[in-house]
């Protein structure tokens, strides 16, 4: 069977990349789609849903949802670039780790453990507060440099057993250049982890982003959806009953990173099989009244199909 | 086709078939998968074993040995389902029971007093994190429950020395052992209770030869002693050959032939069976021609109608390719001989079998 | 024996691994595992030679050193007669042109991401060149996987071209194992387990596949196994590992049904044996107490490493590490038995098959 | 619950506790009235032990100060030299008497230690003369005599022993004030009351000052009632906190003489233009500002002078009484084609041709700064100039932009003071001018015009009030017509309180003084406390 | 005892790198303490102050880095911390004790609960797979994801401001004074209680997820089916075998995971207005209080790679593979 097509099978996969492809819309289209400027001032100051505002305004009276809308962009992007760069960190630290061995191997992952140790939302806050302009972008790099660690601990543990693996002798024993062996034999292994690797990334970087903008580390011009926090909190919007400000937002988060866990859920169920095959049939199993167990086999004595 | 010329002549079968059956496995059908298109693995299987035999069960990988032995015993993991079929079990009390509709209470009682099971991956089959007392204790324990724990490591202790390990090997992890030794110690565990079978799933496959060998014979003289009934599991034919009473020849889901072990190795009558026997070559005598079997093992999740050997068999009929055939007595109505080949059931005539299968 | 210079031969081959995982700069390895200690092998055009012994006895790991995939930590390995110096990527290449492996599990040996073409064309290209000195390309790189694919019975090669490894059964995996290594035309083929994963009816195929190829295309086979009978089926000459170190070799016949060493004379005993019911051979050797477990290799005791094990073992056996003897021409065994010492131990000479042969045979 | 009213404990005394909330975070124990951010001065509780020389009522600046710890302060004709009358018969917490040699010995400090000098008096002599202090000083302090008041007092007989008064945490502290230190927590610390105060006995019997860790957690203390008092920018305060309990909760924000400006650069375009000074000046509506930015909390800036009005009410000049802002585009516009500027479809063009674009920049997370920005950008607009709101970081605006000019535009706040000159001198005192790109520390705006100079720097020399009156309308002239920064809004201080236990506050009604906890006028607050009746 | 040896050697030069990217990284960047002193009082403080601040933080002297490096090496070695520029001359030390107890109590406890309740939820997850239980999944993926400042944001203005049951800031009864008394205890934990509940709520669901998956990925290991096979009770089998061992790969990312744990905390500490280091180390970065940050960085990272040590240690009593084997 073509693993696509079974990644795509799994209803929690399907229901997460639909999710993701609703915000990525959002984030290309945004500001075509608000239906006001974000920063437009108006004289309905902090008014609730309404036909004119579906989302609300807040104490300027700027569309929430437009904000919301615009700010998808900036989440998104970064959760992208951080999740870009650390996963390339992360591959070049972890393959090369796992695939050099020896000292080289050594000294890369206690370079990746000590990252892992090292807390990283205070040493992210400690650098991004630091930064001369600490943008968006500049967020995501410093999300990015310090959090492939796990990526590339779990990637040199893959690498490792890859290495040692027949076909990568097997290609070594022909001949084969060790750039060739690391690219063209081991890295296509390593997509499934790559990808979850980069899943996780996104979603922490996402995390990390909208706290930084949260505690006003990052600058709060930048449409995302922690600016909106951070002005609804600032501006007590909880103490003013204003739960149209605080909680679109916050749920927008947690939904993107739900469907990220879920993306996340599909690969780890095509890396691990173990996880795949009941969860497919839950419902039909319940119908039928069987109850899967390990240990006691299931007797249904019914009509052969 | 090939023919050797090992033997003309049966040897005596070394046990006549006992009357008592221990184990009974009467139809058993078993699916993978839960969706609408699982596969049938095995389609309504029936085996006996009886009283202090050693069942041989052979076939090539694949083919559903592990699948049966779990299912008899209802061990199988999802997505397994068993769909149809009973196991009628005899306790040592006695008493007939159909493991299969025994609640789950009974069916834990049962299990380990009455029916042990050493598996495959018996390497993987202790628990890396408990000292092989604990392990060995806790089995006995949850079946004795009266049995103090000074008592049960007793026990314990004695079972490792019955499988020639030193009883100070009770306070190692499983990671300390070596391959051979956490082999005997899944089987002393198998024995704690002196259970009336000990089904066995390719118990040496990982082990090597001298290892092998050892492991079994200690089996076979504690059956002796014990006097419990073995089902043992391997797709070595020739091992087989030599330490079964019977030997039930399995192929695609289905038994396709079951004998005295003597008579499977110097006469099979399913092609298959013939094909396996002349596929390793033997270590000692003379050197004979060895053809195979050619073709590949079917995919059981979409099986052809008709004998599932069909399309690897030299002496395909018609019929074969249409009717699936039925494990039943060969037209000569050999004692304690089944068989499911057109070739053999459907009452042709001797002239038109060919040679091998003739004997 | 050797009528002519081995293709490939070593000596006194020996690997030592560190043990206990990585090793700390600046200090010598604390211990190692003696491998693979001081073995002697020739490989001869259109000849198999089998290397049997138990798991752990070392066999892989003289493939692997003969395939230069690891390095050697001592003794010399000749391709025609010249010693065989692989630094650097052009040598080493140049060498597996020469001397191609084929590893145990051909379910782990291919690459599960690649479809067939990506896995040969790749071994076409590294070893072979265009009639006009380039790489190998077009119309020319699509023959010759043809050719390929044919000589290892996979046709029509359209059929298994495009295929991915999961979708192919074991057997034909293990034949796109061999097809790669046949890609570089080479004269030696070491040949790691090729069927212990497979199926008892495919393994045949695979058998006289190779068989073929030796007697077709005329290159030396090493078959390592730990199937002694398969040994004798397939192969010209026998070794026997034990330890690391060579036991007894000598042509499989002989050595499978008289063999010398009284460790082979227990492998040939323990091995399963249809034609021996009563299990003779076995019981005459394991009443002699031979059960135990192979020694340890990490600093191995001076003598015999058989010698713990050995019923007929004495002072000497424990004492001093024996030579490989030639008993008879063609035929040497490594035990003191067969030496002409006074102090030498007595092993009579036992003999597993030839005397029931009658029972069995027709 | 505990959140909700728990504040309010009888103690042994019979009254109630008074919680100060404070949204400074976490303390350290720290009891100095000298060290900056020292827990004492951060949750305020310095000012109910230590007590200043005289009391100030800065909710009216222009008021006289009433004698406190000093009988009285006299200065000479150019207030180069103070002579101090301590009051008699203040005892220290500890029992000593407090002598003329204390106030002495205090003001000495700070001469000695530069780092204790943070009002930066130029001290020259100080000498005690019987039963006074006289002070002496390098310059005229006529501007700064409140610095000089507001000096809190320590006993010698306990700081002469201390080796380093900047950095000693002062573990006992010792004050002349009406209360005394009873325990401290890194959430709190707990005052109970002399019974031997000079002043007589407070009618609170204890205060607890709690820290919050911010503004937030602080409004949720308030609008509960966990704290009675504390000050912190509350947004939509009428809904958020005075709502809660109309009746008990007040907020008062006190003006002084302090505002909010926005620092044009005067030296780079558009705003070397005095002509498009003048037309943003008229086009901003200091209404909306402060409705929408503040929550209505500053009171809008009224009079043309920026002078904060009532505080400012005596210091305005005749020239501009009366003379209010207004928003007039029309008028702008003509102002603005009659300096050459012309109009490309909406876009406002320089007399050079040029399109006129500019960038506003306050700290990023500023809140009401950067909405009035907004606002301020839309207001241009209507110019058709064209600006932008660029939050910055807080750290490179205060390290690079500020005070190196680089900006084109924006809001600053101006020192407060007893007269007009700190507010108009931190905008327009050629005195600071440095070139662009050299940190400055006032007058960011680099403006330069030598008639504003001279009559900041007489006023501040001034021996007579008609001088003094005379440069002041020289500076509104020039601050008026040359429109060197845009006022936007008065800095009051604000404080919140809750009139549940206790009355006597600070208010519109009685502003007596400012209402905030943290300052020198906490002592004079808490002694006009009373309980509430019921 | 080499791997012991092996991973103290680790944490050893993983706190060297510690101390020395905490010393650099404040030092490489712009800004000083100074002027975000005087941003942070907003014009209370006179600007011709300035001086006199910077005379008193010893900032006007110029010592080279390297110096520096030196100088605070001596210092660590002595147990000095320097003086904080915020709480000014309060030691760093002073501060870092009175803060670290509460965030290491307030975290240890929400993360050991939300561990514990986690991997038991999660171990019945995966036991029961395939049934109703999977519903739950969805569910912990959207808690998994919620930001931890939302949730504590939104469980104040639930039950602190508008039910009133929980005070809404501060880690004990303002009114009190910390003692080992019942009354005290009782306020800690009254007070510490939501907090808790949301490290607790927003943290369960990972380790949920993370013991399910291990749970279906051991409940198919042989030893799982032999312990079935020998008849033992559902719950010896459940507890002893799978989960005894699924819980392995959970101890390990404990450990790694409290590094997260402790970022989650520095939010909460703000949401919640507790003292704790999070908070500190926070308000140090915005003062660019050097010495502080320094400090409590230091101790967060020690903390947590002592947190680790002990998981370690914790993982090799609970899988004695790891104590013969080398790594
Ligand atoms: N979880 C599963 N899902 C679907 N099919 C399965 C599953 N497990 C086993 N099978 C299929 O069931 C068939 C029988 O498997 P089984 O393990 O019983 O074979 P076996 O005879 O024991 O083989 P071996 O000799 O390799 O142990 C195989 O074709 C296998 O592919
Ligand atoms: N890379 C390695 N590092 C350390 N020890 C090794 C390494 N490779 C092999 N060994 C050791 O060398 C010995 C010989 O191993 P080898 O794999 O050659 O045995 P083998 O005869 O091929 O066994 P099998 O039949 O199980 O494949 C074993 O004891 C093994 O543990
Ligand atoms: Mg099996
Ligand atoms: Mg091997
Ligand atoms: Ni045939």
Do not use: C
């Given at each position: 069977m073509n693993n696509q097509l079974m990644f795509l099978r799994n209803g929690k996969v399907t229901a997460g990349l639909v999710i993701l492809g609703f915000f990525t819309l959002l984030a290309l289209l945004g500001p075509w789609v608000a239906p006001y400027d974000p920063n437009q001032v108006s004289d309905a100051l902090l008014s609730p849903p309404s036909a004119a505002h579906w989302l609300g305004t807040d104490h300027t009276g700027r569309d929430i949802l437009s904000q919301l809308v615009v700010g998808t962009r900036g989440v998104l992007v970064v959760g992208l670039v951080a999740g870009v760069s650390a996963t390339v960190v992360g591959v070049l630290v972890g393959v090369t780790a796992g695939f050099v061995g020896g000292v080289g191997d050594e000294s890369l992952s206690a370079l990746s453990n000590m990252f892992l140790v090292i807390p990283q939302l205070p040493l992210i806050i400690l650098i991004a507060a630091q930064l001369p302009s600490a943008g968006g972008l500049t967020v995501a790099l410093v999300i990015g440099a310090t959090g492939w660690a796990w990526g590339a601990r779990v990637l040199r543990a893959q690498t490792l057993s890859l290495r040692k693996r027949d076909f990568v002798e097997a290609a070594r024993a022909n001949g084969e250049r060790t750039w060739r062996l690391v690219l063209v034999e081991v890295m296509p292994n390593l997509t499934a982890v790559i990808a979850s690797g980069f899943v996780g990334t996104v979603t922490f970087a996402v995390l990390s982003q909208v706290t930084l903008s949260f505690i006003g580390i990052t600058p709060v011009s930048e449409w995302n959806w922690g600016t909106i926090l951070f002005w609804a909190q600032n501006n007590l919007a909880l103490q003013r009953g204003a739960w149209w400000w605080f909680v679109p937002a916050g749920a927008c988060i947690a939904l993107l990173g739900m469907a990220l866990t879920l993306v996340n859920f599909g690969i780890d169920e095509i890396v691990n099989p173990r996880l795949r095959s009941t969860g497919l049939h839950a419902r039909s199993l319940r119908r039928r009244g069987i109850r899967p167990r390990v240990g006691f086999t299931p007797v249904v004595r019914e009509a052969r199909s | 086709m090939s023919q050797t010329d090992t033997s003309t002549q049966a040897g005596t079968p070394t046990a006549a078939v006992p009357a008592e059956p221990v184990l009974e496995i009467r139809d058993l059908s078993v699916?993978?998968?839960?969706?609408?298109?699982?596969?049938?693995?095995?389609?309504e299987v029936s085996l006996t074993l009886h009283r202090g035999e050693v069942l041989g069960l052979a076939g090539e990988s694949g083919c559903g040995k592990s699948t049966l032995a779990y299912a008899a015993t209802r061990l199988l993991s999802p997505p397994g389902l068993i769909t149809g079929g009973e196991v009628w079990l005899t306790g040592r009390d006695?008493?007939?029971?159909?493991?299969?509709?025994?609640?789950?209470?009974?069916?834990?009682?049962?299990?380990?007093?009455?029916?042990?099971?050493?598996?495959?991956?018996?390497?993987?089959?202790?628990?890396?994190?408990?000292r092989v007392e604990r392990q060995l204790v806790d089995g006995i324990l949850a079946h004795r429950p009266g049995m103090r724990r000074a008592e049960a490591t007793e026990r314990a202790a004695e079972l490792l020395r019955l499988v020639g390990i030193s009883a100070d090997r009770l306070r190692s992890y499983p990671h300390q052992l070596s391959g051979g030794m956490r082999q005997r110690v899944m089987i002393a565990m198998a024995l704690a209770l002196e259970p009336q079978v000990l089904i066995m799933d390719e118990p040496t496959t990982a082990l090597d030869v001298v290892m092998q060998r050892q492991i079994l014979e200690q089996v076979m003289e504690l059956r002796e002693r014990l006097g419990f009934s073995v089902v043992l599991i391997t797709h070595d034919v020739s091992l087989l050959v030599e330490v079964a009473d019977r030997i039930a020849v399995m192929y695609a889901g289905e038994i396709v032939e079951t004998a005295v072990a003597r008579d499977v190795y110097t006469k099979p009558r399913h092609p298959y069976s013939a094909g396996l026997l002349g596929s390793f070559p033997p270590l000692h005598g003379p050197r004979r021609e060895l053809t195979g079997i050619p073709g590949s093992p079917p995919d059981l999740s979409k099986r052809p109608p008709g004998c599932p050997f069909a399309p690897r068999c030299a002496h395909a009929m018609d019929v074969c390719r249409t009717e699936l055939p039925v494990l039943g007595r060969t037209a000569q109505a050999e004692e304690g001989r089944l068989v499911a080949c057109h070739l053999h059931t459907s009452g042709l005539v001797d002239g038109v079998l060919p040679g091998l299968l003739a004997r | 024996m050797s009528q002519s210079t081995p293709v490939l031969a070593a000596h006194g081959l020996t690997k030592h691994f560190r043990a206990g995982g990585r090793r700390i700069a600046g200090r010598p390895p604390a211990r190692a595992i003696h491998a693979v200690d001081g073995v002697d092998l020739e490989l001869h055009r259109g000849q198999v030679l089998a290397v049997v012994g138990e798991s752990g006895s070392g066999k892989s790991t003289v493939a692997r050193l003969l395939a230069g995939l690891i390095p050697i930590t001592d003794g010399r390995v000749l391709l025609d007669g010249a010693e065989v110096r692989v630094r650097g990527r052009r040598a080493f290449r140049a060498y597996v042109r020469r001397v191609q492996m084929i590893f145990q599990d051909p379910f782990a040996s291919i690459n599960p991401v690649h479809p067939v073409r990506h896995t040969l064309t790749r071994a076409l290209r590294l070893h072979r060149r265009q009639s006009t000195g380039g790489t190998l390309r077009g119309a020319e790189l699509e023959e010759a996987l043809t050719e390929l694919l044919e000589r290892v019975h996979l046709t029509p090669a359209e059929r298994y071209v495009d295929k991915y490894p999961h979708e192919l059964s074991g057997g034909q995996r293990q034949r796109i194992a061999i097809a790669r290594a046949l890609a570089a035309d080479p004269e030696v083929l070491l040949a790691d387990e090729p069927v212990s994963m497979l199926d008892v009816s495919i393994r045949l195929g695979i058998l006289n596949l190779l068989a073929d190829l030796r007697d077709r295309?005329?290159?030396?086979?090493?078959?390592?196994?730990?199937?002694?009978?398969?040994?004798?089926?397939?192969?010209?000459?026998?070794?026997?590992?034990?330890?690391?170190?060579?036991?007894?070799?000598?042509?499989?016949?002989?050595?499978?049904?008289?063999?010398?060493?009284?460790?082979?004379?227990?492998?040939?005993?323990?091995?399963?044996?249809?034609?021996?019911?009563?299990?003779?051979?076995?019981?005459?050797?394991?009443?002699?107490?031979?059960?135990?477990?192979?020694?340890?290799?990490?600093?191995?005791?001076?003598g015999c490493r058989f010698a713990p094990r050995c019923p007929y073992a004495r002072d000497l056996c424990r004492r001093e590490t024996p030579e490989l003897i030639e008993v008879t021409p063609g035929r040497s065994a490594a035990c003191w038995g067969y030496s002409d010492r006074e102090d030498r131990p007595e092993v009579g000479r036992v003999s597993t098959g030839s005397t029931r042969g009658g029972e069995a045979g027709a | 619950g505990g959140g909700g009213g728990g504040g309010t404990t009888e103690t042994e005394g019979g009254g109630e506790t008074l919680t100060v909330g404070m949204p400074n975070g976490v303390q350290t124990e720290n009891h100095s009235p000298f060290a900056t951010g020292s827990s004492a001065l951060s949750l305020g509780y310095a000012f109910v032990i230590y007590e200043p020389l005289m009391m100030r009522n800065q909710a009216r600046p222009s008021e006289e100060p009433s004698p406190w710890l000093a009988e009285s302060v006299e200065w000479n004709e150019d207030f180069t030299e103070a002579v101090i009358t301590p009051r008699e018969g203040v005892t220290w917490s500890d029992g000593e008497e407090f002598t003329a040699d204390d106030v002495a010995f205090s003001i000495q400090l700070r001469k000695d230690f530069e780092a204790l000098n943070t009002g930066a008096l130029p001290y020259d002599t100080?000498?005690?003369?019987?039963?006074?202090?006289?002070?002496?000083?390098?310059?005229?302090?006529?501007?700064?005599?409140?610095?000089?008041?507001?000096?809190v007092m320590v006993p010698e007989h306990v700081w002469a022993d201390i080796e380093d008064p900047t950095t000693d945490t002062n573990p006992d502290p010792v004050g002349t004030g009406p209360y005394t230190l009873k325990s401290w927590t890194p959430q709190a610390a707990t005052v109970v009351a002399r019974d031997d105060y000079w002043g007589g006995e407070p009618a609170v019997p204890e205060i607890r000052y709690s820290s919050y860790n911010d503004n937030n957690a602080l409004t949720t203390a308030l609008t509960t009632g966990e704290a009675q008092w504390g000050w912190t920018f509350i947004a939509d305060f009428e809904n958020v906190y005075i709502a809660q309990d109309p009746e008990h909760y007040h907020q008062y924000a006190a003006g002084g003489l302090g505002i909010d400006v926005l620092y044009l650069n005067n030296e780079t375009k558009p705003f070397d233009d005095k002509a498009f000074r003048q037309a943003l000046n008229m086009v901003i509506d200091r209404q909306e500002l402060v409705d929408v930015a503040t929550s209505g909390v500053n009171p809008a800036l009224t009079s043309v002078t920026g002078l904060p009005l009532p505080a400012g009410e005596e210091f305005l000049a005749e020239e501009y009484a009366g003379e209010e802002f207004e928003v007039d585009v029309e008028g702008a516009r003509a102002l603005l084609e009659d300096a050459g500027y012309t109009w490309e479809g909406e876009k406002l063009v320089d007399p050079d041709g040029e399109e006129v674009t500019f960038e506003l920049v306050n700290p990023a997370g500023w809140n009401d700064y950067l909405t009035a920005l907004d606002l301020i950008k839309n207001s241009a607009a209507e110019l058709g100039a064209t600006a932008e709101v660029n939050p910055v970081n807080q750290d490179g605006w205060f390290a690079d932009i500020i005070p190196g000019g680089d900006f084109q535009a924006t809001l600053h706040w101006t020192d407060g003071g007893a007269t007009p000159w700190d507010m108009y001198s931190d905008i327009m005192d050629g005195a600071h001018y440095k070139k662009l790109g050299e940190p400055a520390t006032w007058n960011f705006g680099r403006f330069q015009n030598e008639d504003a100079t001279r009559a900041l720097a007489d006023y501040a020399a001034a021996a007579d009030d008609a001088t003094r009156t005379e440069s002041l309308a020289t500076i509104q002239e020039v601050f008026v017509e040359e429109v060197p920064g845009i006022a936007i809004w008065t800095r009051p201080a604000t404080a919140q309180y809750s009139t549940q236990n206790y009355v006597g506050w600070p208010s519109e009604e009685d502003p007596y003084n400012q209402p905030q906890p943290t300052g020198v006028q906490a002592a004079q607050i808490l002694m006009n406390l009373e309980p509430a009746d019921g | 005892m080499r791997f012991l040896l092996r991973r103290v050697v680790f944490y050893a030069l993983t706190a060297w790198a510690a101390i020395t990217i905490n010393f650099f990284i404040p030092r490489m960047l712009p800004g000083d303490p100074v002027t975000a002193l005087l941003g942070r009082m907003q014009g209370r403080i006179d600007s011709r102050a300035e001086n006199s601040l910077r005379v008193l933080f010893g900032l006007d002297q110029d010592t080279s880095l390297w110096q520096q490096y030196v100088d605070y090496w001596g210092l660590l070695l002595r147990g000095d911390l320097g003086l904080s520029f915020t709480h000014f001359p309060t030691p760093v030390a002073d501060i870092v004790s009175q803060s670290l107890p509460w965030t290491v109590g307030l975290v240890g406890v929400a993360t050991v609960i939300a561990f514990v309740i986690g991997s038991l939820i999660g171990t019945f997850l995966g036991w029961r797979r395939g049934t109703w239980a999977d519903g739950l999944l969805p569910a912990a993926t959207f808690f998994q994801a919620v930001p931890y400042f939302w949730l504590g944001l939104i469980t104040i203005a639930v039950f602190s401001v508008n039910l009133g049951w929980f005070p809404s800031s501060g880690s004990y009864d303002r009114g009190m004074v910390p003692a080992f008394t019942g009354e005290f205890i009782g306020s800690v934990v009254y007070y510490g209680f939501l907090p808790a509940l949301t490290v607790v709520l927003s943290s369960v669901a990972g380790w949920v997820l993370g013991m399910r998956n291990m749970m279906v990925t051991v409940s198919s290991e042989d030893y799982v089916t032999v312990a079935h096979a020998k008849g033992l009770p559902e719950r010896q089998v459940m507890f002893g075998y799978a989960a005894r061992n699924a819980v392995l790969p959970q101890v390990s990312s404990f450990a790694l995971s409290l590094g997260f744990v402790v970022g989650g905390t520095l939010i909460m500490e703000m949401v919640f207005s507790y003292q704790g280091i999070g908070y500190t180390l926070f308000q140090a970065v915005s003062t660019h209080d050097y010495p502080l940050m320094q400090g409590c960085f230091l101790v967060i990272t020690l903390s947590v790679l002592v947190a680790n040590m002990v998981a370690d240690l914790a993982y090799a009593l609970l899988d004695p593979r790891t104590r013969t084997e080398d790594r």
């Open positions: - | 699916d993978y998968g839960f969706g609408d298109d699982p596969t049938h693995v095995l389609r006695g008493k007939r029971a159909d493991l299969l509709s025994l609640s789950d209470a009974e069916l834990r009682a049962a299990r380990w007093r009455d029916i042990a099971i050493v598996f495959q991956g018996a390497m993987s089959s202790l628990n890396p994190v408990f | 295309l005329g290159i030396a086979v090493l078959y390592i196994t730990h199937d002694i009978a398969s040994a004798r089926y397939f192969a010209d000459r026998t070794t026997v590992l034990y330890a690391g170190q060579v036991m007894e070799t000598g042509d499989s016949e002989s050595v499978t049904q008289e063999p010398l060493h009284p460790y082979t004379r227990l492998l040939v005993a323990s091995a399963p044996d249809p034609d021996d019911l009563a299990g003779a051979g076995a019981a005459a050797v394991r009443d002699q107490g031979t059960g135990g477990e192979p020694p340890s290799l990490v600093d191995p005791p001076p | 100080i000498e005690t003369d019987g039963g006074t202090v006289t002070v002496t000083f390098t310059a005229g302090q006529f501007v700064n005599q409140a610095k000089l008041y507001d000096l | -």
